[in-house]
C-alpha cells in the first residue's frame, strides 16, 4: 500500500503546483472591504506591544499553512471531536498568536461581514510582521478562500529541520517552489526562537564518529550544549534563531556563514553551489534579500490547491 500511498500525496502536491490562483488580485478588497488592511495590520501592532514573538510566530503559521493544503487557514482549524487538526499536529505544536489572527478577523466582521477569509487575513498578517520588524514591506494578493479540512497527520509533510538539501529541494519543488525560493524563504529563520529539540541531533551523538556536527563553529556548538544538555529538562529550553531574533535583517546570511546555524536545514544550503552561492549574496546585501524574499513570499502566498471553499465567519471553526 505504502507505494499507492505515496503516489496520491505526490499527486496531491503537485496539484498545489497548479494552483497559482490567477484570481488573486492586489486590489481585491477595494470594493467590499477598503480598510481592511489597515484593521489587520494595527491589530498585529497591537499584539506585538505586548509580545516581540509575534512577528516570528505570524510568518511560521503562515508558511506552515501554505505548505499543507495551500494557502486556506487550515491551520487555524481547532480540533473537533476525533478529527486531530493540523495546530496539534507535532511540527505545529509551538505555533502560538493565533489570537491575533481571530482579534484581527473579529474586527474585520464588523466591518464586512463575510467578505475576507481567514487565509487573507492570515497571508497579510505575515506581512504585517515582516514590515514591523523592519523588512520590506509589498502588496499582497488577496482573494484565498478558506478550506474546511485540516488533519493533524498532515503535517508530516512540512519540511523537517533536520533535512538535507535533496529533501528540501524535493519539498519545495512539489510545491513549485525553486531552489532560489528555498534560500530565500529559509531568511525567515532572522526571526524568532526554536526549542532545542529542534537542533539536538547537530550537539549531540551527531554520528559515529562525532559528537558534535563538524560544520558548527565550536565556541558556538559549546553555548548551545550549555543550553540543552544532553538529556534537557527544561521544557522552554533553546535559543534564538539569529542575534538579532526580533529585526528582519540578513544576519541569518552572515551568521550562517560562519557556522552560527542552528538547523541541519540551515546548513544545508551551504551544500550545493547554486544555494551556497545565495547565501553569500543575501549575506552580502540586504537589499538583494529583501527583494528575493519579497518575490518568494509572494510565489509561496499564492499556492492554493483548490482547498479554500468559503469564506469563513469564525477562523477556529467550520460552519
Known sequence: M?????????????????????ALSVDYYHQTCPEAESTIRKAVEKAM????????????????DCFIRGCDASVLLNTKGMNKA????????????????????????????????????????????????????????KGRKDGRISKANETRQLPAPTFNISQLQQSFSQRGLSMDDLVALSGGHTLGFSHCSSFQNRIHNFNTTADIDPSMHPTFAASLRQICPMHNKVKNAGSKLDSSATT????????????????????????????????SKFAGSQKEFNKEFVKSMIKMSSITGGTGTEIRKDCRFVR
Not at 507505494?3 to 497548479?18: C, D, E, K, R
Not at 499536529?89 to 493565533?98: K, M, R, Y
Open 86 to 141: 493540523e495546530k496539534d499536529g507535532p511540527p505545529n505544536i509551538s505555533l502560538h498568536a493565533f489570537y491575533v489572527i481571530d482579534n484581527a478577523k473579529e474586527e474585520v466582521e464588523a466591518q464586512c461581514p463575510g467578505v475576507v477569509s481567514c487565509a487573507d487575513i492570515l497571508a497579510l498578517a505575515a506581512r504585517d510582521a515582516v514590515a514591523l520588524s523592519g523588512g520590506p514591506n509589498w502588496d499582497v494578493p
Open 248 to 279: 528582519f535583517d540578513n544576519s541569518y546570511y552572515k551568521l550562517l556563514l560562519q557556522g552560527n546555524s542552528l538547523f541541519s536545514s540551515d546548513q544545508a544550503l551551504l551544500t550545493s553551489s547554486r544555494t551556497k552561492s545565495l547565501v
Open 2 to 22: 505504502a507505494p499507492i500511498y505515496l503516489s496520491l500525496v505526490t499527486v496531491f502536491l503537485f496539484s498545489l503546483i497548479a494552483g497559482y490562483s490567477s
Open 49 to 64: 506591544m505586548n509580545d516581540n514573538t509575534v512577528p516570528a510566530a505570524l510568518l511560521r503559521m503562515h508558511f506552515h
